[in-house]
């Protein structure tokens, strides 16, 4: 059975810093590309930002809003991804849900975890 | 980016009820359209994938259907545990981008 378990959320201030991490199992992790999506409270679906296996050169890509901010990173042996969240605003108060790609849908997600960014 | 927009952003219905929401993109993506599924204090869980594609599990009264920049999910007879907001997402390129949802309610 495939989980994805994130962990990490918390109450940070405006300007602070936040890992999260999204333990993986019942599939094999290395294989998989996998995303981070958000969800403000209340609001819509919000695709956070991608990372490649390594065998497809482990690149990442990231949504406008959090570029230059959020950096996406995996390790394998740990079948753990990770999301660092650096100069957090207000409006990145989200849950924050690790995804796995199946193709080009994201086929499992994880149970979330909230972050809040309020002073 | 690749905007995408629901219809209606709510709506409500019967048990029973033949339920359609619709999807625009806009631009063409193909075929390149997911459904998702998602249920207070849940997480999202896909429903249909390639537009018209019924992923593993999910019950026969959900289709999709469209290409192009036009979509539809469908309930063919809409039960109790259907109940939820919708949401479709495109994969044609990057930014992955969600449309705003749509809440089905009782009626």
């Known amino acids: 059975e495939v989980q994805l378990v994130e962990s990490g959320g918390g109450l940070v201030k405006p300007g602070g810093s936040l890992r999260l991490s999204c333990a993986a199992s019942?599939?094999?992790?290395?294989?998989?590309?996998m995303s981070w999506v958000r969800q403000a409270p209340g609001k819509g679906l919000e695709w956070v930002g991608r990372i490649k296996t390594k065998s497809d050169g482990g690149t990442t890509e990231y949504a406008a809003p959090v570029k230059g901010r959020f950096t996406i990173s995996r390790d394998d042996s740990k079948d753990t991804l990770y999301l660092q969240m650096n100069s957090l605003k207000t409006e990145d108060t989200a849950v924050y849900y690790c995804t796995t790609h199946s193709s080009t849908w994201l086929k499992y997600w994880g149970q979330g975890t909230l972050v809040t960014v309020s002073s | 980016d690749i905007q995408m927009t629901q219809s209606p952003s709510s709506l409500s219905a019967s048990v029973g009820d033949r339920v359609t929401i619709t999807c625009r993109a806009s631009?063409?993506?193909?075929?390149?359209l997911n459904w998702y599924e998602q249920k207070p204090g849940k997480a999202p869980k896909l429903l249909i994938y390639a537009a018209s594609s019924l992923q593993s599990g999910v019950p026969s009264r959900f289709s999709g259907s469209g290409s192009g920049t036009d979509f539809t999910l469908t309930i063919s007879s809409l039960q109790p545990e259907d109940f939820a907001t919708y949401y479709c997402?495109?994969?044609?390129?990057?930014?992955?981008?969600f449309g705003g949802g749509t809440k089905v309610e009782i009626k």
């Open positions: 631009q063409s993506i193909s075929s390149y």
């Open positions: 997402q495109q994969s044609y390129n990057m930014p992955l981008t």
């Open positions: 019942g599939f094999t992790f290395s294989n998989a590309w």
